[in-house]
């Protein structure tokens, strides 16, 4: 339904502390096995060790790890080495001006960086899904100090999604809770959220 909608990628969420859209790993290798290129499939990961991240794209066998929470700078060395042509997305949690400076330490190591809503502070870490808006002024500009494509995510959906695009400038958009009813994938707020991203 995504795809047929517009959407360029898939996000799979695997186990995560807290957040709307959590799957089994099982399903999570099964849609990755029947996407077609050139379909991204992104798989949303909480995991902080290397190792753990690794055997996790292994079951999963997605084109692309979504790092929601922070890892140590060594971690994205060894992704590297251990999965050669798998795409690294990291997850910087827009909370306040702070996160430029976080957005701008990561870039050079990643492929690309997602600005969303969580906050990594709280007992329960909130790492997606949130359904929250986060101060776009700051998300553009981290677009236009960092050298990696930008994906924004974070309370979207179809009634702001044009001015989030007129705002931020983003590479691309996320989006979970925004197009969802009853837990499932809404068709009806799928198809109102792609109007606008297609005029743009």
């Known amino acids: 339904m995504a795809i047929r909608h517009g959407a360029s990628a898939l996000g799979l969420v695997s186990e995560m502390p807290s957040g709307p859209g959590v799957i089994p790993e099982a399903t999570i290798a099964e849609i990755a096995r029947q996407v077609p290129p050139p379909i991204a499939t992104f798989l949303l990961t909480c995991k902080e060790e290397a190792a753990q991240i690794i055997a996790q794209q292994r079951r999963c066998l997605v084109n692309t790890i979504q790092l929601c929470d922070r890892v140590p700078s060594h971690v994205y060395d060894e992704l590297r080495r251990a999965l050669p042509g798998i795409r690294l997305v990291q997850v910087v949690h827009v909370t306040g001006p702070e996160s430029l400076d976080e957005a701008q330490a990561v870039c050079g190591k990643v492929d ?20 929250r808006r986060h101060d776009w002024t700051i998300s553009r500009a981290i677009v236009q100090a960092v050298s990696v494509p930008v994906f924004l995510a974070g309370g979207l959906n179809p009634d702001n999604v044009a001015e989030a695009i007129e705002t931020v400038r983003p590479f ?9 009813s009853g837990g499932r994938l809404d068709e009806e707020k799928l198809q109102r959220f792609f109007a606008p991203v297609a005029l743009c």
């Open 172 to 180: 691309g958009l996320d989006v979970c809770s925004g197009v969802r």
């Open 112 to 131: 690309a960086l997602l600005l969303d809503s969580g906050n990594q502070n709280l007992p329960v870490k909130e790492l997606g899904g949130t359904g």
